[in-house]
């Protein structure tokens, strides 16, 4: 033992005469690329939280939580664009780490399919990614979830951030289908809130040190969802009194031709722009068609819309439309809800031919009429096929006042179409005042709502809206008479309410107030006896705190709030009774992430010698 480290000491003393000597490192012979000087950056590791924000408020089991294939994760992409440059120098990637991390087969947690990619599995929602080592530079960071095949291509080391930046255009049909943005069991997701700056703080001497203090990030899906049902039978009401309705069904209309990769942040409800954790309820977003649209020139505003919204109208007046009421017992999963992208739109152009809406179709049976019976309407005034037949060749004296010129109509309409009033076609028709309903069917439009605010004249900003990674709740609540005639047409007629969620939420949102509060998130987690990975014990909350102050102080209260529900056999709660590892509630480490308002509290494993046992001490005596 003594002659080795006699050894050691010598080779050391012979490696100081060399430099001591005055030989560099271009003296020494070889090729030229052997005498390039090492890269003498300091190296340091980092660390990812991911966190798709499904903790707030959620019941396990419930459906609100999102489908499974909402929430799985295949893969993970971290991005570290050059932080030392400015947004408007176009920084280039500087690293590039694709994981092996995907959600596990319960769909409770993570796992990794490649060792030394995941370093803690949370819960069902947030992981830890094992410690990555780069230079020790600032960097802004991207996590991209189940990157499709063309974010990939823009993603490469190079690369540089104005690409990925650009509008993107995608078409409707290729969301849900294989390679999609949100293709089932594989919905691409990115940063909630813009890149995450990552400063020198953020970046530790060992990976341990990183795996205590990761870079938190919130991911956000590339679309938002819609559902539609309508109220109990008794809070629904049809009117007039004894119209009915039936066979329902839905699809959206005016939905976005464009996007971008990642949200862009915009003014909130109050109008002031966005801060980072900001509550969900209060933001909006900005998509590539957010302004400009409406010059007030015709013909170029419908050019405009026709090259950034898809319209159902555009491919027929009278379709047959594929969703169903969530409620619909005969509907499958696929049925009841709708993806895309998101639509938004500054304060000034919320005009009805921008909106994305809801088009309801469904069966109306004005009183005194069969389902399925077909009629007329002129004037307001519903005509059964028998009256409009003796309309068509009446007297004058024989028809009510409120139709006086019904004749007139009538004769257009057989002049111009090539068929008569006694034999109407099997589609319905719009012509000179006359509505024909084949079988009842009728169209309703339901603007989405994004703010539950007051309506005024002109519209607040983000009255209306769509914003991605949120589900929007249709419930209709009445339909007070015939809708439109055709998808494209207004139907007036028909009360809903819209309930907006960021998606995994499942309580009732609560009323939006002043958005200047925030919450404040404790994480806890205690260390494994491996001493290297540590077990989530849960989350805790403080809300309504205001947004800027200080962090709450750290009382004894809140370091220990999950102390207790360590188990006994890792010496959380036990009593020590005899020498070894334990873990004491005093000596935790905290982890704290400002700009996410997030707390990760970590309950350290440490040595305990055990209390003497004075009832032994008196039997030796």
Request: hydrophobic letters at 40%.
């Amino acid at each position: 033992m003594k002659y080795r480290h006699l050894f050691y000491l010598f080779v050391i003393l012979i490696q100081g005469s060399l430099f001591w000597a005055g030989c560099t490192y271009e003296d020494i012979p070889g090729k030229e690329e052997d005498k390039k000087k090492p890269d003498l950056k300091e190296e340091a590791f980092f660390s990812v939280l991911t966190d798709m924000d499904e903790s707030l408020h959620t019941k396990a089991g419930s459906d609100d939580l999102g489908l499974p294939e909402e929430r799985k994760v295949n893969s993970v992409r971290l991005v570290l664009y050059d932080g030392e440059i400015p947004l408007s120098a176009d920084p280039e990637v500087k690293y590039v780490f694709d994981l092996d991390i995907r959600t596990n087969s319960g769909a409770t947690g993570y796992e990794a399919g490649t060792p030394g990619d995941l370093f803690l599995s949370v819960n069902n929602q947030e992981f830890i990614t094992f410690a990555r080592r780069v230079v020790k530079q600032k960097y802004r960071m991207l996590v991209i979830l189940n990157p499709v095949s063309a974010v990939k291509a823009i993603t490469r080391e190079s690369d540089h951030l104005s690409t990925f930046l650009q509008e993107v255009n995608m078409d409707k049909n290729t969301l849900t289908a294989t390679g999609g943005v949100a293709q089932k069991n594989a919905f691409m997701m990115t940063n909630h809130q813009g890149l995450i700056d990552i400063s020198l703080a953020d970046l530790k001497e060992t990976a341990d040190q990183a795996h205590m203090a990761p870079v938190a990030v919130k991911v956000d899906r590339l679309v938002a969802k819609v559902i539609v049902d309508k109220k109990a039978d008794t809070d629904f009401s049809v009117l007039p009194e004894g119209a009915r309705v039936r066979d329902f069904s839905w699809e959206l209309d005016v939905t976005n031709k464009k996007t971008y990769w990642m949200r862009v942040m915009a003014p909130m409800m109050n109008g002031s722009m966005e801060v980072i954790g900001a509550n969900r309820d209060w933001i909006y977003a900005e998509d590539p068609n957010f302004q400009g649209l409406n010059t007030g020139v015709a013909a170029t505003d419908e050019l405009n819309r026709e090259a950034n919204f898809n319209y159902i109208a555009k491919a027929t007046l009278y379709p047959v439309l594929s969703n169903k009421f969530d409620s619909d017992a005969t509907a499958t999963a696929a049925e009841k809800y709708q993806y895309a992208l998101e639509n938004t739109m500054a304060a000034d152009e919320q005009v009805n031919d921008v909106m994305t809406r809801v088009v309801i179709r469904c069966q109306y049976a004005p009183p005194g009429f069969a389902f399925g019976e077909s009629y007329y309407l002129y004037k307001g005034v519903v005509i059964n096929q028998t009256h409009m037949s003796f309309y068509r060749t009446a007297d004058i004296g024989q028809i009510p006042d409120a139709l006086s010129d019904i004749k007139e109509a009538i004769w257009n309409v057989e002049e111009h179409s090539g068929f008569s009033i006694l034999s109407p076609p099997a589609s319905s028709y719009d012509m000179y005042g006359i509505k024909y309903f084949y079988q009842g069917y009728c169209y309703y439009r339901v603007p989405i709502r994004h703010f539950a605010c007051v309506k005024t004249d002109p519209l607040p900003y983000g009255y209306y809206g769509m914003v991605r990674n949120n589900t929007y709740k249709i419930s209709i609540s009445s339909i007070d008479g015939p809708g439109g005639i055709h998808v494209g047409e207004p139907g007036p007629f028909i009360s809903a309410g819209v309930h907006v969620v960021p998606w995994g939420v499942v309580e009732e949102k609560e009323e939006i107030g002043n958005p200047v509060v925030s919450v404040i998130t404790y994480n806890y987690y205690y260390q494994n006896a491996d001493l290297m990975s540590f077990v989530y014990l849960g989350t805790k909350y403080v809300t309504d705190v205001p947004v800027g102050s200080a962090f709450p102080t750290l009382s004894t209260s809140i370091l220990n709030a999950w102390y207790t529900l360590i188990p006994e056999t890792v010496g959380g709660s036990a009593a020590f009774v005899t020498p070894g590892w334990g873990i004491e509630p005093s000596l935790p480490t905290v982890s704290m992430d400002y700009t996410k308002n997030v707390y990760h509290i970590f309950y350290n494993r440490q040595k305990k010698q055990a209390s003497l046992d004075v009832r032994s001490i008196i039997e030796i005596v």
